[in-house]
């Protein structure tokens, strides 16, 4: 029961969702292999819906655990900071928190997230401003209650996933897990019965019997239709 479980312990609402969006959040979370912990990850009740949120700490932990690069930081810049960020031949961003008790009231002015590879290959760097963010929350459900309560995680996690776009190198793992993620992001669920009956996405996923999420198998075969 270690999925189920861990995700009902996070957000007792759980319990009152529909058991075939908990299934499919379940299953979103074998597929991303992002455990729903509340800090790679969390499965929260959109009214009686249940929905697998990536947060922005699990899919730097995607990003680099795929290889595509060696680390990456993840900021917001607030009234008050020392800002500069520098584009060209050698991107650089200098930012000096403002030694503000209360700085972390102060309103966001830009997010952003710094992509480090190994060798002499210079940083990727991805900036938002104030707008770019307000523009990319505008676009989201409006029963997501995590740019209400997370702002500055949804700020952060939005420089991520659009800097993540023009990596490098790819990855499939990081494509399911981005497109998971623009599901939740939308409010749709993260799959239709007919894609789940017509793809192999449950047999390609490794799950081991003794971690099985408890109802695992009764939520997909109710998904299924076969209950």
């Not at 999925?3 to 299934?23: E, H, T, W, Y």
């Not at 959109?46 to 922005?56: D, E, L, N, S, Y």
């Not at 992509?115 to 676009?139: M, N, Q, Y």
């Not at 993620?181 to 409010?187: E, T, V």
Request: some cysteine.
């Amino acid at each position: 029961a270690a999925i189920a479980g861990m995700a009902v312990l996070k957000q007792p609402r759980l319990a009152q969702c529909d058991r075939i969006s908990f299934g499919f959040a379940v299953l979103d979370a074998i597929r991303t292999g992002l455990m729903p912990d509340g800090v790679h990850a969390c499965i929260v009740p959109r009214g009686q819906t249940a929905t697998f949120q990536p947060m922005v700490r699990g899919i730097i932990a995607k990003i680099i655990g795929e290889g595509l690069c060696a680390s990456v930081d993840a900021e917001v810049v607030r009234e008050g900071d020392e800002f500069e960020w520098t584009k060209g031949t050698s991107p650089a961003i200098h930012h000096r928190p403002a030694k503000d008790p209360m700085r972390s009231r102060n309103p966001i002015t830009h997010a952003y997230a710094v992509f480090h590879f190994s060798g002499d290959t210079p940083p990727k760097i991805e900036v938002l401003d104030a707008g770019d963010v307000k523009d990319i929350r505008a676009k989201a459900d409006k029963r997501s209650f995590a740019w209400k309560d997370f702002f500055g995680e949804m700020a952060k996690k939005s420089a991520v996933r659009r800097g993540a776009k023009h990596l490098p190198r790819k990855s499939e793992a990081l494509a399911i897990l981005e497109d998971v993620d623009n599901r939740a992001f939308s409010g749709l669920p993260s799959l239709t019965r007919e894609e789940f009956r017509s793809g192999p996405v449950v047999d390609e996923v490794d799950i081991d019997v003794e971690t099985e999420p408890e109802g695992a198998s009764e939520h997909m075969a109710a998904i299924r239709g076969e209950s």
